[in-house]
């Protein structure tokens, strides 16, 4: 299965909102991922249900919702109202992950968890019944255009093994440092989803990019 491709809005132009999601729609952006922050769990603030809202209204495309906030229970409604088609919530944020996760589902989106760079596989144990994929971060979360954590490529590794081992169908999300150079070996290990910022929007030509990232052509 080709890896499906998710431009992160945090690196685009928000003052051209509407032109920056036309142009990676029409480049072939297989979802569009938004990067929610809350200046307490990680130290930067970026936008809430009303930009998802705003972006809704541009585009068919499955947006995709990662919460790094404290509260992330606060924001699952909210969310799902604006438009989201899936949620992930960091296991370091959340107390009672199960009640969370179901409420996720409960309210129509599909529900993933999300591990920080040093955050063990382990941390996942219970949750593999219970989630549609995983979002694997590969930098320390909290702003755009880090380069990706070497060490990150083995845990990456681990987690395809363990997803393998208790839940195939479970997606492998990979968020951080998303680059043409780290992107083969991502997909040889078997990831589903890769979330790329900069390396899109920062692109000369966004489709050829995003067509690379996928492994269908090389730039």
């Known amino acids: 299965m080709t890896v499906r491709v998710a431009p992160s809005l945090l690196a685009c132009d928000l003052g051209r909102v509407a032109e920056e999601v036309a142009s990676v729609v029409a480049g072939g952006a297989d979802l569009l991922h938004f990067d929610v922050m809350d200046g307490v769990f990680v130290p930067n603030l970026s936008f809430g249900p009303a930009l998802c809202a705003t972006v809704r209204r541009l585009t068919t495309l499955p947006l995709d919702v990662h919460l790094m906030v404290t509260n992330p229970d606060a924001l699952i409604e909210p969310f799902a109202e604006a438009g989201a088609n899936r949620l992930s919530v960091h296991v370091e944020a959340v107390t009672h992950l199960h009640r969370t996760v179901t409420r996720i ?30 979002v694997i971060m590969t930098v320390n979360p909290g702003f755009g255009g880090q380069r ?3 060490e990150m490529l083995d845990k990456v590794r681990r987690l395809a093994a363990l997803r393998s081992a208790r839940r195939p169908a479970v997606e492998l999300v990979v968020d951080g ?9 991502l997909r040889s290990i078997g990831v589903d989803v890769l979330v790329a910022g900069t390396t899109v929007f920062r692109a000369a030509d966004r489709r050829a990019t995003m067509a690379a990232l996928r492994g269908e052509v090389r730039v």
Not at 108 to 134: H, M, Q, R, S
Not at 177 to 185: F, I, K, P, R, S
């Open 105 to 134: 589902r409960e309210v129509g989106l599909a529900p993933g968890v999300a591990l920080n760079p040093l955050t063990p596989p382990a941390a996942l144990e219970e949750c593999w019944p219970y989630v549609d994929f995983i």
């Open 177 to 185: 440092g998303v680059e043409l150079e780290n992107a083969t070996e």
């Open 148 to 150: 990706f954590i070497p």
